[in-house]
């Protein structure tokens, strides 16, 4: 029963921390976007450009798994034609930015987060604090501006080449009629589909960029406590990822 | 900005200093002054809190009891920016360089003075090739910190805390992992630093020989208070037990060498040895 007490209080507080340390973030992000533009331009590249072959490959085969299954089912109705309608909205709805999410969590958020832990743990942040260099805009701003903006680009590829992998399988190899694949999809995707797939792809942008870099700029800097950060990344982000995915999905369907 | 007093004698002192972490105490009412222009050495046994000092020192920790004035300032009153405005003239080598990694060699010298400073390019670089050519690294400036090795990473971050031609420079354990050629250097450079720009110097250091060749005063911390202090010759020569068996490296003395364990005899042959 103590126990639980203390694990509650202790699950309060750091919820707390983390929200002010949010707020820390974002009070500095506009600064650092204006004017220290060119280290987000980094962070965009280490994030989004290095992440670009993971997130282009598993789209391929996401792709292409859904334009199977999706064959397969919709071959009992005779609807095999609407196999592009199916597969549009599952990734640009779901699984476009789902799936990027998780990858990015595992890519880029662990990469992040035992690079900020690493730098604590060998004094830099405190090298950087004692040289009068605030590390909150110079170092956590960046990574989690960065992480913002390369997801919904990310996210971007994903859908697109996952609908080109599900192409390649449908048409190419099952031989669904080119032109019903496509054209269904024109008619039956609108804006609103596309833009509750952007708004998610920004909402988990920002929720697995702050939890890397508060995870990284909290961890016990070790080894040890570097290491147990990068797991809690992962674990957190695939948490929070799939709880906001639900939430939105309930409030915009 | 308030302005540090350049008058009186002691750059820092520090009060009836307390600080505990966790239920630990590692100073109870501390009293110390380093004077302006000197070199002052803080040595002690392992885990009496010298580097905890250092960070107090430069309000990377704040005390739970008593004061620190730097050049009649009271450090703790200072709100962010004016910290931030103090710590510029401050210098600082960590234990390991701390230098960030994704910066060249260069690039981590000219830090602080792309940070803080508008200079152009050209004046930078001027700037840093001379620090550097300094500590001997001239020819690495393109190298990245993880191709040096630790005693070169320390003389790089000794290039980068005098970049901003500081007032205070602290060095943190800066003779540990130097090979005898590169110390020489190192111990010169602290001297005559100090000597020709007025520097004052604040060493942390176990390494007594070294020090003693460097420091015009040195502060033995023990017990979390100050245990003695004065020039090497005087300390070299005190009847205090605990500055004998320091100065002269002795297992036997004030300080035990052995963590508190139980009974030698007792535990290697007493009833628990199964």
Not at chain 2, 226 to 251: C, I, K, Y
Request: net charge negative; charged share 20%; aromatic share 8%.
């Amino acid at each position: 029963m103590r126990d639980l007490y203390n694990n509650s209080v202790e699950f309060v507080r750091t919820f707390g921390a983390f929200q002010l340390f949010s707020l820390r973030v974002i009070r500095y992000s506009p600064l650092v976007l204006l004017s220290r533009f060119d280290l987000v331009v980094k962070q965009i590249f280490n994030t989004g450009a290095l992440s670009l072959v993971i997130i282009m490959v598993c789209g391929l085969f996401v792709g292409g798994v859904l334009g199977l299954q999706g064959y397969s089912n919709l071959a009992r109705f005779n609807a095999e034609d609407s196999i592009g309608v199916f597969a549009a909205f599952g990734l640009i709805k779901e699984l476009g930015p789902v799936i990027t999410a998780l990858l990015f969590a595992g890519r880029a958020g662990t990469s992040l987060a035992s690079e900020i832990g690493l730098m604590k743990a060998t004094d830099q942040l405190s090298a950087m604090e004692m040289m009068a260099v605030n590390p909150v805009p110079r170092v956590l701003v960046p990574r989690f501006l960065g992480g913002i903006i390369a997801m919904p680009l990310l996210v971007a590829v994903f859908s697109t080449i996952g609908l080109f992998g599900t192409h390649l399988v449908a048409v190419e190899l099952l031989s669904v009629d080119v032109g019903a694949f496509w054209q269904q999809i024109q008619i039956t995707v609108d804006m609103h589909d596309i833009n509750e797939g952007i708004f998610k792809s920004f909402v988990f942008g920002v929720a697995a960029s702050m939890i890397a870099v508060w995870e990284g700029y909290n961890a016990v800097p070790t080894a040890e406590g570097v290491g147990r950060a990068t797991t809690r990344t992962v674990v957190i982000t695939a948490i929070a990822v799939l709880v906001f995915d639900f939430m939105i999905t309930a409030l915009m369907i | 900005m308030k302005l540090l007093d350049e008058s009186s004698e002691n750059l820092i002192e520090i009060r009836d200093l307390k600080y505990s972490r966790g239920h630990r105490a590692i100073f109870e009412g501390l009293d110390l002054d380093i004077k302006r222009g000197e070199v002052t050495a803080l040595m002690g046994p392992s885990g009496t809190g010298k580097t905890t000092l250092l960070r107090l020192i430069t309000r990377q920790l704040v005390p739970q009891h008593g004061t620190i004035h730097i050049g009649g300032i009271d450090i703790a009153t200072l709100n962010l920016a004016e910290l931030y405005q103090l710590r510029q003239r401050f210098g600082m080598l960590f234990q390991n360089g701390a230098l960030l990694t994704d910066l060249s060699v260069f690039e981590n010298v000219a830090f602080p003075l792309r940070e803080h400073t508008k200079l152009t390019n050209r004046l930078i670089r001027h700037v840093v090739l001379t620090k550097l050519h300094a500590v001997g690294l001239r020819g690495a400036a393109d190298m990245m910190p993880s191709q040096l090795s630790g005693g070169m990473a320390r003389r790089v971050a000794l290039a980068r805390a005098m970049v901003m031609d500081p007032d205070i420079l602290i060095y943190d354990e800066p003779f540990v992992g130097l090979d005898p050629i590169s110390m020489g250097v190192i111990v010169r450079l602290v001297r005559r630093m100090n000597d020709t720009l007025g520097i004052t110097s604040i060493i942390v250091s176990h390494d007594v020989a070294e020090v003693s060749t460097v420091a015009d005063c040195s502060f033995l911390i023990s017990g979390g208070k100050v245990a003695a202090s004065g020039s090497p010759d005087e300390l070299r020569t005190a009847n205090s037990e605990l500055v004998r068996q320091f100065m002269h490296g002795m297992a036997d003395g004030p300080v035990a060498f052995h963590y508190h364990a139980p009974d030698y005899e007792e535990q290697l042959l007493g009833r628990d040895a199964e």
